[in-house]
């Protein structure tokens, strides 16, 4: 499973060393620093967790979610009290 997070590098080492999850669950899973984030980071970072260097990941950006509420700001504005 692949997982597109602004630090995922963070979220990977707290994973390992607080034992957030098994070990089997943690094999499986992919991190992977967002797009948009990844040049923010570090040499290390970028080389490890850049989506485009991780395999399953194709041209991912990880923005998906933002491009959604982008496409509906407008209507937010009209729905805020």
């Known amino acids: 499973v692949g997982l597109l ?3 995922a590098c963070q979220l990977e080492r707290s994973c390992v060393k607080w034992d957030l ?3 089997e669950y943690l094999d499986c899973l992919a991190f992977t620093i ?6 923010s980071h570090g040499w290390p970072c970028q080389c490890i967790y850049h989506p485009q260097r991780r395999t399953g990941f194709g041209l ?3 923005e998906g979610c933002e491009q959604f509420w982008h496409s509906i700001s407008k209507l937010i504005a009209y729905l805020r009290v």
Request: overall charge negative; charged content about 25%.
């Open 60 to 62: 991912a950006d990880g």
């Open 21 to 23: 999850l098994k070990e």
């Open 34 to 39: 967002s797009m948009f984030h990844v040049f």
């Open 5 to 7: 997070y602004d630090i």
